[in-house]
């Protein structure tokens, strides 16, 4: 069983050197715009890696290997101090900043030949703290994992978030994209439970530390600042250090169930009605139980991997946050429901997870639970994109979704391509559309479709592969998965530059990602970032 695709298992994110310019610290104190009180002065603390510093391919580099640049040079930010200091230098010397936390972007955002990437990834911490206001918050620093938040939350407070499952991706650019996780459906997107921000920023043309709170006068800067790190997404407003969270986050449960079941490809081959049969029961389960309404099964994530037919296996994996099993028997019976291709136990691996035991479902710890499922796959190429669902799958969407994936082509290897859909609703769709910058609040499935490989030579191959798939299964709706439909956009954490870039006209990534909440965010841009410093192809525009 092959099952090695997705580093997304599940869910759950420029020449000066050559000139002899230094990066180093200016020594500024760091100033704090919006803060309620005086602060000690920090200093700035980090490290500057230039070519040919043995740590420079790597920190030029993301996850996704088709990216790569040649940035003057790369600062590992140390401080906040730090964070504004840098950002002030690379402003006095006209490079272009651009801001890494995990380096798990889907596209070259952070790519910036001859300019600075700010690197997050030395400030890890995950602390108890307090915000502007002197409440008591949980804060997670802007390069930490989602190991990092898990661990740190759990074993040292008993809390947790409900953020995503692939341990290795940064929390600096999961969070402000929206955040979400095997416990969404339970307990919201993650910017739900956010309260503070603590960015620095370029306001008239100077470099300032700014905490921003959901208390700030409504309309004021700070409160629009804080909005718009509640979706807008990395890269747009400036380089966040901390994020700080409410002190009532949730307590994860004692126990979970994990199950994971697989029915062969060569077996739904035979009976291709299987295939339409177990996505009608699946999709029909989540509009049924997806809505703000839904309360016995809020604590059901459900994940299905449908995998090319050369990869040998459709995949389903669930988690239930209950001690009685019945309600996810029940779940697991509703979706095999009618088919005549029987699932088998999927006891190799599945994306990421290894669920090596003989039973169909099994019970373990939480935090062991969270272990099992926690990857993120191979460094490899890679192309993605998303779409929210608002209703069951219609026939043409899985008459394409059959077409492509039993399709194959010469000169490209597509064991690692696949629909991946999960479970989305209930608690998340709790939210109005506009109370955070999130607006997709009604959907009950998101898909991410992905495919992988090695070989450069097969990158045309690969990213057309992926085009057709995704335009023929929302033919109906333009080639995309337009909004207010049985659709409701795309998801800003999975990027995707065939949606449009700012060099386009009217780019259909600014309604998919964001909807009517766009404009909203544009005047945030234009009060924190007039001069778009931060930018990259699928930033926030300035308004005309």
């Not at 510093?53 to 790369?74: C, H, K, M, V």
């Not at 960015?199 to 600042?225: I, K």
Request: proline content about 5%; aromatic content about 10%.
């Amino acid at each position: 069983m092959r099952q090695q695709f997705s580093r997304r298992g599940f869910i759950g994110s420029t020449g000066m050197a050559a000139a002899g310019v230094s990066a180093a610290s200016l020594g500024l104190a760091a100033g704090a715009s919006g803060h309620a009180s005086a602060e000690p002065v920090e200093q700035p603390e980090g490290v500057t890696v230039f070519p040919p510093d043995s740590r420079y391919e790597t920190l030029s580099q993301g996850f996704n290997q088709r990216w790569r640049s040649r940035p003057a040079y790369i600062r590992l930010v140390g401080n906040e101090a730090d964070a504004v200091a840098e950002l002030r230098s690379a402003l006095d010397h006209g490079l272009r900043p651009t801001v890494r936390g995990g380096g798990h972007c889907y596209e070259g955002f952070v790519d910036n030949d001859n300019g600075v990437i700010l690197d997050l990834s030395t400030l890890r911490g995950v602390t108890a703290a307090t915000d502007k206001f002197g409440g008591t918050t949980y804060a997670v620093e802007g390069g930490a994992t989602n190991w990092d938040v898990y661990t740190g939350l759990f074993r040292r407070y008993g809390v947790t978030l409900p953020a995503g499952s692939c341990y290795s991706v940064g929390a600096g650019g999961h969070i402000c994209g929206g955040g979400y996780g095997l416990l969404s459906r339970r307990h919201g997107l993650t910017v739900d439970h956010l309260v503070q921000v603590d960015v620095a920023t370029v306001r008239g043309g100077r470099a300032e530390l700014t905490r921003a709170h959901r208390r700030d006068a409504e309309g004021s800067p700070e409160r629009e600042l804080f909005w718009a790190h509640t979706g807008g997404g990395g890269g747009n407003f400036g380089v966040v250090v901390r994020y700080h969270f409410a002190r009532d986050i949730p307590k994860p449960p004692p126990r979970v169930w994990l199950s994971s079941v697989a029915w062969k490809w060569s077996d739904l081959l035979k009976h291709p009605e299987d295939f339409r049969t177990l996505l009608t029961n699946f999709g029909s389960f989540f509009a049924e139980h997806g809505g703000r309404a839904e309360r016995v099964y809020r604590g059901l994530f459900s994940i299905i991997h449908l995998t090319h037919h050369s990869n040998g296996n459709v995949v389903l994996f669930s988690q239930w946050d209950e001690d009685d099993p019945a309600p996810l028997d029940a779940f697991l019976a509703h979706v095999e429901s009618g088919m005549r291709t029987r699932s088998t136990v999927q006891t190799a691996r599945a994306g990421r997870l290894l669920l090596p035991y003989p039973d169909k479902r099994r019970q373990l710890p939480w935090f062991q639970a969270t272990m099992t499922v926690n990857g993120s796959g191979a460094n490899q190429r890679g192309k993605y994109k998303s779409a929210y669902h608002r209703k069951a799958f219609t026939s043409a969407h899985i008459d394409a979704w059959w077409t492509w994936l039993t399709k194959d082509v010469d000169g490209i290897d597509l064991t690692q391509t696949l629909v991946q859909i999960d479970s989305y609703g209930a608690a998340v769709n709790d939210r109005g559309p506009t109370e955070t910058a999130a607006p997709q609040r009604d959907s009950v499935m998101k898909i991410q479709y992905q495919t992988y490989w090695t070989d450069p030579a097969q990158d045309a191959g690969h990213l057309a592969y992926l085009r057709g798939l995704y335009q023929d299964t929302y033919r109906a709706t333009g080639g995309i998965p337009e909004t207010g439909t049985d659709t409701d956009g795309a998801y800003v954490n999975y990027p995707d530059t065939d949606l449009g870039t700012t060099a386009d006209r009217t780019p259909a990534y600014q309604r998919l990602y964001y909807k009517q909440n766009y404009a909203r965010l544009q005047k945030a841009k234009k009060t924190w970032d007039a001069g778009n410093v931060f930018h990259h192809a699928q930033s926030i525009t300035l308004p005309s």
